[in-house]
T-cell receptor, first 114, second 110 residues
Framework: DTGVSQNPRHKITKRGQNVTFRCDPI?????LYWYRQTLGQGPEFLTY????????KSRLLSDRFSAERPKGSFSTLEIQRTEQGDSAMYLC????????????FGSGTRLTVV | AQRVTQPEKLLSVFKGAPVELKCNYS??????LFWYVQYSRQRLQLLLR??SRESIKGFTADLNKGETSFHLKKPFAQEEDSAMYYC????????????FGGGTRLMVKP
C-alpha cells in the first residue's frame, strides 16, 4: 500500500447521468476527506469521514451528492443527475493523525460533464 | 468564516534568485497552516507545516499572527522548484478540514 488510490482517473459523462468515484485510502488511516478542485482554484472541502462515520459535509455538497465509507475502509462519492457545473477534479485524501498534521492525497478523478 | 488568500497567480524568477510566495489568512481561531506543492503530473503533496518549524527542500515559512501571514521563502530558487504551491489553513480542531488558497504557479527560469 503505497498511497491513496482513486478510480477512475478520468470520467466523461453526459449531463443527467449518475457517476460514482472510488477512493482507497492508506490502510491505517482512519480519516478520509473528499475535495473538489476546479480550474485555477485551490481544492474545496466537500466531506469528511472518521472511520465509517461521515462527520462533516460542506454546503457545496448538494443533495445530488452522496458519499459513503462502509466499514471504514474505501469510500465512494456519487453524483446524481450530473450538471456541467460538476465538471472538476475530485480529490480524496487520508490521514491518521490530528490537526497539526497534513494529508496524503490521491491523484484525483477528473470529471467532465458534456 | 476562514479564508486563505494567495495574491499572486504566477511568480516567475531566475534560477538562484530568492523566492517568496505570499499567503494571508483570516480565521478567528488558533490557526494551523500548511504549504502543499503539486509538481507537473504529480499529486498534491504536503511541503511543510508551521507547527514543525522545519525546512524542506530549502523552503521555510514563518507564521506571523500579527500580519496574519504565512509566506513561503527560499533563498536560492532551483529549476526543480517550478510547481503549483497552495497555502492551506486547518479550520476545524476535531476534523482537520482545510481551506486552501487559490494557488501560485512558480516558474524558475534557467
Amino acid at each position: 500500500d503505497t498511497g491513496v488510490s482513486q478510480n477512475p482517473r478520468h470520467k466523461i459523462t453526459k449531463r443527467g447521468q449518475n457517476v460514482t468515484f472510488r477512493c482507497d485510502p492508506i490502510s491505517e488511516h482512519n480519516r478520509l476527506y473528499w475535495y473538489r478542485q476546479t480550474l485555477g482554484q485551490g481544492p474545496e472541502f466537500l466531506t469528511y469521514f472518521q472511520n465509517e462515520a461521515q462527520l462533516e459535509k460542506s454546503r457545496l455538497l448538494s443533495d445530488r451528492f452522496s458519499a459513503e465509507r462502509p466499514k471504514g475502509s474505501f469510500s465512494t462519492l456519487e453524483i446524481q443527475r450530473t450538471e456541467q457545473g460538476d465538471s472538476a477534479m475530485y480529490l480524496c485524501a487520508s490521514s491518521s493523525r490530528g490537526r497539526s498534521y497534513g494529508y496524503t492525497f490521491g491523484s484525483g478523478t477528473r470529471l467532465t460533464v458534456v | 468564516a476562514q479564508r486563505v488568500t494567495q495574491p499572486e497567480k504566477l511568480l516567475s524568477v531566475f534560477k538562484g534568485a530568492p523566492v517568496e510566495l505570499k499567503c494571508n489568512y483570516s480565521y478567528s481561531g488558533s490557526p494551523e497552516l500548511f504549504w502543499y506543492v503539486q509538481y507537473s503530473r504529480q499529486r498534491l503533496q504536503l511541503l511543510l507545516r508551521h507547527i514543525s518549524r522545519e525546512s524542506i527542500k530549502g523552503f521555510t515559512a514563518d507564521l506571523n499572527k500579527g500580519e496574519t501571514s504565512f509566506h513561503l521563502k527560499k533563498p536560492f530558487a532551483q529549476e526543480e522548484d517550478s510547481a503549483m504551491y497552495y497555502c492551506a489553513l486547518s479550520f476545524n480542531n476535531a476534523g482537520n478540514m482545510l481551506t486552501f488558497g487559490g494557488g501560485t504557479r512558480l516558474m524558475v527560469k534557467p
